[in-house]
């Protein structure tokens, strides 16, 4: 939260500065916003940041920011604009030699497919991000990319568990933060469709205790709401009304 008030206050000193400082700068605040639940705030700077890039003719990180918008925009309950931003990232960024920024793309559209259960989708785009991130030697977008596979497999067969492990110990051994808070989220979430609540439980409270280590509000919320739904099975109705 401190650094996206830092970096509120140079953008609010800097408007003179070059285009591509103001982007740099908006983008920054857009993601501390987006770790901190301040998401009206991140989506606005990131559209200002995608504007910046496009009229700087930066094709590279205008694709990156329209798969910023579409991460942005689910969680704001914008179906339609998330995909529609997804498709967009992914028509720039092919058009450009293959990087980082591509392989998240795909990450991104198949963690999309991921979220409405199309498990065939995400299983197809996951497999694409962990192709080109392998290549590239990212270990980053490929804990993101293990991770929606593996969470597609455990929705559909419960055998994706070792896969999205993977993901979390590539997050927590490369300072991943953001991606380690989403491999706990679907282990809790996860396990919890499954009523494998004692799993459930270690995975939520490990994953909770992380992300009030590090404010990721963002997923320490959703977990809790998950722990809710495990109370709840097991009948403890106090502690599920509590965590609701």
Known sequence: ?????????????????????RAAMNERVSYGCY????????????ETARALRRAGGDRLKE???ARWLSRLSW??????????????????LEALPPGRE???????????????????AALAGGRNAIELATTLGDQEILSHALNNV??????????????VERALQL??????????????????????????LARAKRYLADGIAYCEEHDLD????????FRAGAHLAEGAWDKAAENA
Do not use: C
Not at 150 to 163: K, N, V
């Open 218 to 225: 963002s997923w320490a919320r959703y977990m809790v709401g």
């Open 75 to 92: 969680f704001l309950g914008r179906k339609a604009d998330a995909e529609r931003h997804a498709a967009e990232a992914v028509e720039i």
């Open 63 to 65: 694709g990156d920011n």
């Open 102 to 120: 591509l392989a998240m793309a795909y990450s991104n559209r198949a963690q999309l497919a991921l979220l409405e259960d199309d498990v065939e």
């Open 35 to 46: 770790l901190t639940d301040q998401l009206q705030e991140a989506i606005r700077a990131r």
């Open 150 to 163: 593996g969470t597609a497999r455990m929705r559909a067969d419960q055998t994706g568990l070792p896969d």
């Open 171 to 196: 997050a927590l051994d490369g300072g991943f933060e953001e991606h380690a808070a989403r491999a706990y989220t679907n282990l809790g979430a996860s396990t919890v469709r499954h009523y494998d």
């Open 1 to 21: 939260r401190e650094a996206a008030a830092h970096y509120a206050t140079a953008l609010r000193h800097g408007a003179s500065s070059p285009a591509d400082a």
